[in-house]
């Protein structure tokens, strides 16, 4: 078992910035895949990006690049999320997600953590 949890949400003003991080605790998993989704009122849960264990590998959904970056701290099983430029369509549920392969795909994720709100106001 991977027990994930998340923090760093908040409320912010649009162009501002945020940073997330993701904690994982139990089993060692240094094979995983880690990303991060978000999930707004009314709407699917969608990847934002995703990172290797190692760091060498990263995908961005479109709508953040450049704006987001995702990092890996191995040593202490974290992973960070930050977020520059905030615009109000990133207000969404943020939620750090392990699973055993690379993809964007949500159903292949194993482990999840229970979500940090993120609020951009105009």
Known sequence: QVQLV???????Q???SLRLSCVASGRTFGWYYMGW???GPGQEREFVVGIS???RITDYAD?????FTISSDNANNK???QMNSLKPEDTAVYYCAA???RTVDVPQYVYWGRGTQ???SS
């Open 6 to 12: 998340e923090s760093g949400g908040g409320l912010v």
């Open 14 to 16: 649009a162009g501002c």
């Open 37 to 39: 989704f978000r999930q």
């Open 53 to 55: 264990w190692r760091g």
């Open 63 to 67: 709508s953040v690049k450049g704006r």
């Open 79 to 81: 992973v960070y999320l």
């Open 99 to 101: 699973g055993p392969q």
């Open 118 to 120: 993120v609020t951009v």
